[in-house]
């Protein structure tokens, strides 16, 4: 495909045209063409302001997908579904608001809020009906946008965090109306608690403000009072990564406690009372009882560090009362440095403490998880049979939450804690004789859930609390991981297995009963979905080992509690499709929302009669990219020298046809493996009824200007804790493999090639380009370059530098940058916060290319974080990916040419 000619200066164009005037006109016409081109190419490198693409590819990076409804956030009553409706691409000027890093905080200070609030806030809310689709649109005030929507327990409001220029204020909408009202003037300190917590009455909801009397912001002396100080005096290791954003002072230490120091309130959204609960804190968690008295309140605590990031800090756990009276302090949780593998520090207590606490679902008080006294050691960290089990509610969280943690085979017990919650007000609700791993109960309270795995089996059963002694198995099964899905679970679990699982898990991933499926409670939280014949419903999706010719297929089964037995197949998604529940729209399964989508077929959400089958169609979604739809894609399996096999996808031109050798992109992340079946298992979850989408950085829109893609994870394979041992060797044979192949089969033009990659596939790029001679130009985003930069470990390598060093070494592009063949381009954010990718590589990867004498480039990007997200960075990347790949790729060796032209007028 032809790209346009950019603009070109004239004195230029009429000097080049001098320069060939001797040749062949036929020759002339053409080379002129190509010489201007790369004319252009040069020019719009050398931009210093934004550009853009070809016009093929600003269309699909700034295609309106974000229109397109999926129903995924239903009220609690089910009858309505929310869309957070975003602006699309984000601007510069957003993300270029003045904002601070404090010790991975990022903080708009103007506003008192967390940057992404900023950043990401909605543009509308809109309610949809699952019945008839209809949308109706929530009012915003003028000039904000919507955060962190929240159905009130009956769902007839939502509260929603409204961010203005200057200040984020709680709104309430009423369902009915869809008008949207400020419950109080004062604004919301939403740095560390962003969100909103109803109490059960939906009466009131809960929030952090900014403190009464509030003083200034502190300030930096003008002058420097000492040195920056950075101690390590004790003698023990303490291997920490490589923080972006760490405390740097006494000073930015003091802004995070300004910053995070906020008032616990309690606010009635009719009266629009303020209750204020205890002294303001840096509260970084709150969790209210359904009555409004009790909260389950953590703190971070000083001292801070200069070496871990905010999350790692001290922290203080607490049930308060309603005037904000310590009642219990449950853990009081110290600064967690690198080296504490214990468990402590933030999110971590001791072994013999409350695990899993979340409030009731029904009735008084709390209920936690705990060894049967005397029965665990006191430093023991995992338990063997489960250690991969979380828990299900991510703030303490109300019914629903879960455990990890114990020896083997060590009993625990499912404990009520009782107001005023001293240490004897508690009831054993039920004791164990194995580990529990994670505890739900049912809506009435009547019911408990558990997991656990004890002797190779994981189970899930049910204990009726009138009939503690006796136990309900809903599923067991060898090899089982049990766990729970919805609600605030995270969705997947157990049920959609692992894709990177496990060598001995294989009979269990493809014969997987599913994990229990949660729902909102009517108090909040979460509780299992009992249905009104006393079954639950294991939600998991069926896997098959010709994935390419079987694809996945999601399935919910219904269980009767008391028998254990399959009372019926609730759901199966089709064969040809790719079908998910989103919702089921009662506790019956009557009716659900399903999402659905082939690989021609965009998604949209049905309403699914669960009996008969039939749908209904809700969503009328678009295919807003049809010219990236249209291309042609294969599976290319590929055999290295070792007879290791892996995947490449390749993408070519709509039109392209056959037999036709196209320049080509190769973009790829390395992954490591000790063994074939460990890539494999990573294959098996692949669904080809997906529809093909891309988002504004997918590589593959490189098609609609002439290129084949090649998309691709090359195996680094070794011996356990060893695999980097080969990384050089093998990233060299992969390429081999992939070029040989797809030359073998006519799509490619090996004299034509491209590389590139993201982050760790950016450094893999380098090391590609200093190790091999195939490629004419490069591609490399937010890379490390330096592997002694990086000397605690990086990606799945454990060793450091020290045991390590010969691997490092050999890893590190940076020592052999004399050596790169082809032209570079690398591109960095400038504040890129992920860990080991400091901008600092690029900049000194770049001196020591022009160092040189190697062609190169290199961009970054103002406020962008660990790859550009706005649509001016995201155009501007475009245009110059496309420059220099048409440059040095698609006009390879042709643009040699302007050695011709005289040097006076050479760009």
Known sequence: MKRSLRSVPLALLSALTLALAAWPLA??????????????????????????????????????????????????DRRNFLKEQ???????????????????????????????????????????????????????????????????????????????EDASQLYVADIATGKSTAVIKAPLLATLVNTIDWTADGKSVVVVLLPDGRKPEPKRPDV??????????????????????????????????????????????????????GAPAMIQSVDAAPDGLYFHVTTMQRPFSYIVQYSSFGASEQLWDATGKVLSTIAMRPLRLGNDTTGGGRGGRSNDAKRALAWMPQGPGMFFLESVPGTRDADSTKNAGDSGATSTASRGGRAGGGAAGGAAARPDRVVQWLPPFGPTDTKVLYESSAPISNVAFSDDAKWIFATGTSGGFGEIYAVNVTEPSKKYSIVRQRGYTPSFVGGRAVRGGAAGGGGRGSADDTLTFYNNPGALLLKR?????????????????????????????????EFIDKIDIKTGTKARRVFESAADAAETIAAPLDDDFARAIVNRETASQVSDSYLRDMQSGALTKLTNNKDYTPDFTAAIRKRVVVTRADGFQFVVKLTLPADYKAGTRLPAMFWFYPYEYTEQAGYDRTLRIENVNRFPVGGPRTIEYLVTQGYAVANFDPPIVGDAGRMNDNYTSDLQMNLIAVIDELDKQGYIDRARLGL???????????????????????????????????????????????????????????????????????????????????????????????????????????????????????????????????????HAGENQVKKAIPPSVQP
């Open 756 to 890: 590139g990659g993201h982050s760790y596939g950016a450094f893999s790029t380098v090391n590609a380009m200093t190790l091999t001679p195939y490629f004419k130009a490069g591609i490399a985003g937010d890379g490390m370059y330096n592997r002694t930069l990086t000397p605690t470990g990086f990606q799945s390598e454990r060793r450091d530098l020290w045991s390590g060093q010969k691997t490092y070494l050999d890893m590190s592009p940076m020592l052999r940058a004399d050596k790169l063949q082809g032209a570079l381009l690398m591109y960095h954010s400038l504040e890129d916060q992920n860990v080991g990718t400091d901008p600092i590589s690029s900049i000194r990867m770049m001196q020591a290319l022009r160092a040189a004498g190697k062609t190169s480039a290199l961009f970054m990007y103002p406020y962008e974080d660990h790859g550009p997200a706005t649509k001016e960075s995201d155009l501007d990347q475009w245009g110059r990916w496309t420059a220099w790949l048409d440059l040095y790729v698609k």
């Open 521 to 553: 409670g009517t108090s909040g939280g979460s509780v299992a979905m009992v249905s009104s014949d006393g079954g639950v419903y294991l939600q998991g999706t069926q896997y098959y080992r010709d994935f390419l010719t079987s694809a996945p297929r």
């Open 27 to 76: 020759a002339q016409n053409s080379q002129i063409s190509i010489t201007a081109q790369v004319a252009a190419d040069r020019e719009l490198l050398a931009k210093e302001s934004y550009i853009t693409p070809p016009a093929e590819i600003v269309k699909l990076v700034t295609a309106p997908r974000h229109l397109n409804v999926t129903l995924t956030q239903p009220s609690p």
């Open 86 to 164: 975003s602006e699309g691409l984000p601007s510069v000027t957003t993300f270029g608001k003045p904002h601070y890093y404090l010790g991975g905080l990022q903080v708009d200070f103007k506003a008192n809020r967390v940057r992404t609030l900023t950043t990401r806030g909605a543009v509308g809310l809109q309610l949809i009906d699952p019945v008839t689709g209809k949308s109706t649109a929530i009012g915003l005030p003028k000039n904000a946008t919507a955060s962190n929507p929240s159905w009130s327990p009956d769902g007839k409001q939502l509260a929603f965090v409204a961010n203005f």
């Open 224 to 277: 420097a009072t000492g040195p920056l100080v950075r101690l390590a005096m004790d003698p023990v290791k303490d291997p920490e990564r490589n923080y972006a954003s760490l405390l740097n002072d006494p000073y930015e230490a003091d802004l995070l406690e300004y910053y995070t120091t906020g008032q616990l309130a309690l606010i009635d959204v009719k009266s629009h009372a303020v209750k204020k609960i």
